[in-house]
């Protein structure tokens, strides 16, 4: 209950339940701890049908041996593309032929525009565990975040486990509203409705 207070007086910390974030964990003001374990999209295009048999049969039989829930978020973002447009203006001023210096600048413009449009986004792909937070309770959780990466490791898929500013990152991801991508959301055309009968 917001009491005497309005929302705009609410503190981000107190309208996300974050009370701090340190050593790589988040701690709640409702007495949880949180680590966080980023995995990067793993294409399957390029496999065979039977290698993505192997890989999801791995994957299952690791993910089983687990005995706590564990949650799994997915968070969409744009695509950073400052890193192609500077490279774009480094071979632009490299060259002096006018024909390639237009199409760099095309190609420049082109990506600014899916930039600016929302239209290039990428996944960004994040298990999290937690734990009430009692004696031990840091040590236990890293220790399993730890034996938790393992099972993506053991199948060959990389992870990084979140440092204290990546877990702000994340937060800012999912809590601010400029880093959201819009998405059509008229759902009328797909939810289908059941008329009484006659």
Not at 77 to 104: A, C, F, H, M, W
Not at 155 to 181: A, S
Request: charged fraction near 25%; glycine fraction near 4%; include cysteine.
């Amino acid at each position: 209950m917001l009491g005497s207070r309005n929302k705009e007086q609410i503190s981000a910390q107190e309208f996300t339940n974050v009370s701090d974030i340190k050593n790589s964990i988040m701690y709640s003001r409702n007495g949880y701890i949180f680590k966080y374990l980023r995995i990067p999209p793993v294409s399957t295009d390029l496999m065979s049908k039977n290698e993505r048999k192997i890989l999801t049969e791995q994957l299952t039989g690791e993910l089983s041996l687990e005995k706590e829930p564990f949650h799994f978020i997915s968070v969409g973002r744009p695509v950073d593309v400052q890193p192609y447009l500077d490279y774009y203006s480094q071979l632009k001023g490299e060259t002096s032929n006018d024909i390639r210096r237009t199409l760099l600048q095309e190609a420049s413009n082109t990506m600014t525009e899916f930039a600016f449009g929302n239209e290039v986004s990428e996944n960004y792909f994040y298990f999290y565990l937690y734990k009430r937070l009692e004696e031990d309770a840091e040590k236990e959780l890293t220790k399993w975040m730890y034996s938790f990466a393992e099972h993506f490791e053991n199948v060959g898929i990389k992870t990084m486990i979140l440092n204290d500013d990546e877990i702000i990152m994340l937060c800012n991801l999912v809590n601010n509203p400029n880093t959201i991508l819009v998405e059509n959301t008229d759902y009328h055309k797909a939810v289908p409705v059941l008329m009484e009968g006659r």
